[in-house]
């Protein structure tokens, strides 16, 4: 199994920027798909980008595609979040989550951090 720690959350005032990271424990980090989800209040978990194991491609949900952007750095066993343009709705708590796969990392991760908060603020 692989723990996953979040990190780099705060406040941030609309069109503010923020880059979150995500440390996984371990050697085999480069044998998982990477992915961000994130919950706000009252909503459901919503997916927001996915990178494959070699980072060789990303996807993104269409609310944060062309301000979000997901990278990892393999050495380092951890994987980002660097969100620009930030809006009022980007409000939430922001999960790091790990799977085999890219279909299974994008749907039903086994592997979860325990999140990290992202306030912008009008």
């Known amino acids: 199994q692989v723990q996953l720690v979040e990190s780099g959350g705060g406040l941030v005032q609309a069109g503010g920027s923020l880059r979150l990271s995500c440390a996984a424990s371990?050697?085999?980090?480069?044998?998982?798909?990477m992915g961000w989800f994130r919950q706000a209040p009252g909503k459901e978990r919503e997916f927001v980008a996915a990178?494959?194991?070699?980072?060789?491609?990303?996807v993104y949900s269409d609310s944060v595609k062309g301000r979000f952007t997901i990278s990892r750095d393999n050495a380092k066993s951890t994987v980002y979040l660097q969100m620009n343009s930030l809006k009022p709705e980007d409000t939430a708590l922001y999960y790091c989550?790990?799977?085999?796969?890219?279909?299974?990392?994008?749907?039903?991760?086994?592997?979860w951090g325990r999140g990290t908060q992202v306030t912008v603020s009008s």
């Open positions: 989550a790990a799977a085999l796969t890219t279909p299974i990392v994008m749907s039903t991760p086994p592997y």
């Open positions: 990178i494959r194991r070699s980072g060789s491609s990303t």
């Open positions: 371990g050697r085999t980090f480069s044998s998982y798909a």
